[in-house]
Each structure stands twice: as C-alpha cells, then as structure tokens.
C-alpha cells in the first residue's frame, strides 16, 4: 500500500506533462473576416415574384396602381399584414394628396418629392429602399434602384403593377427627364426595408 501511494504522485505528474504535449492533428487556420460584400440582388428593392401586386380595379372599373405600388412598399418594408390589409380596403385612382393621407392614417412615416427630386431616388438606392413614382401617362410604378449595366451605363429598375414578372430598365438621365414630364412625384416609406441575403463572413481554409 506505502509503494502504491509513493507511486500515484509520479503518475499525476507524467499525465499532467503528457496533457500539454499532444497537439493537434491539423493545424487549425486563423479564420479571416471578409470585407462588405457587394449588393447581391439587382435592383436592390427586389421582391420576388410570387409578392409582386398586379394592378387591380375599383367597383367603377378605375385602376389601382397607386395602391398597388403601395402594397409593394409595404411588402418590402417586411409589413406583410399590412400591405394584404391594404389590398383589401383601398382600390381606385388616387393623388399625391389622398395617399398620403391614407399613410398618415395608418401612422406610416414616409418621405416624398413633388418635383422630381433623384436625391430620394439615390436614397433609396443607398438604403435598398424603394419608392412608388408617377411614371407613364396617368400611371403609378415602383422604383426600385439605380444600378450600372454592363456598359457602365446607370439605370433606373422600376416595375410596372400592369406587368409585374420583368424589370423595366431606363437610363438614368432619360428616365429622370421621363419622370418629372409625368408629375416628379416620390414617395418611399422611412421603415427599412427586408434585410439583405445572408453569406457566410468567415473564409476558414480548406486544408
């Protein structure tokens, strides 16, 4: 019994040794953050399709585009009940003073140009936002960012409540000409808007 407790400490003392000797089997890489990624939706206001309202009439047989890009702001601004409630209680043809004024009803904060100022444009660009224009002869639309084509060329995506599934691309200088010729109005909501996709921001190698 005496040699067994003499020979216990000399154990502890070689597994405590052993204990920061084993290293490990792969050597592990030091992970690496990665910088900001670029947007990775184009345009940057890009609800997908099955959300997409389509312009819808009133009980006199007046269209609804207004209200229709109004349910694609709200659905981007991640207010999925809202914009179902708002389909189902306003149709019809508005101005740039019933809807705002149906916004302040419901407490919606929004900014808003009536001369066809491209800084709220840019904003929304800036903070993936999208905004509801007058555009087309007595029509209303979504804009949904600025980007550059191929070419370097900047353009305007907007979508079309009449025609939903495909972006319509105009170049920037025209379409902000195009846009004031239709009444320059804006509006875009101050609530942010769904936020981007996801990517993985740790690169860990390989080996």
């Known amino acids: 019994m005496r040699r067994l407790y003499q020979t216990l400490p000399m154990l502890a ?12 089997s792969k050597q592990l890489a030091e992970p690496r953050i990665l910088p900001p990624m670029a947007a990775a939706e184009v345009p940057v206001a ?3 399709v099955e959300l997409r309202p389509m312009n819808w009439t ?7 585009c207004v209200n229709a890009s109004t349910v694609f702001n709200l659905h981007w601004s991640n207010q999925p009940q809202l914009a179902d409630w708002w389909r189902r209680n306003h149709a019809g043809g508005e101005t740039s ?3 705002r004024q149906h916004h302040d009803r419901q407490n919606l904060r929004y900014f808003y140009t009536l001369r066809a100022d ?36 900047e353009m305007a995506y907007l979508l079309d409540n009449n025609r939903p599934r495909n972006w319509i691309k105009v170049e920037r200088a025209k379409f902000i000409r ?28 390989r080996s």
């Open 118 to 153: 491209p800084a709220i444009l840019d904003w929304c660009t800036a903070t993936r936002r999208s905004a509801l224009i007058w555009y087309y002869p007595s029509h209303c639309i979504n804009f949904c960012g600025f980007h550059r084509d191929e070419s370097g060329r």
């Open 178 to 205: 195009e846009w004031a010729g239709y009444g320059g109005f804006a509006l875009a909501l101050a609530a942010p808007p769904v936020p981007p996709p996801l990517y993985d921001a740790i690169d860990r190698s």
């Open 97 to 99: 003073t019933t809807i």
């Open 46 to 48: 890009n609800l997908p």
């Open 58 to 64: 009133d009980a006199r047989g007046s269209g609804s």
């Open 13 to 24: 003392v070689i597994l405590i040794t052993l204990s920061g000797c084993v290293a490990p």
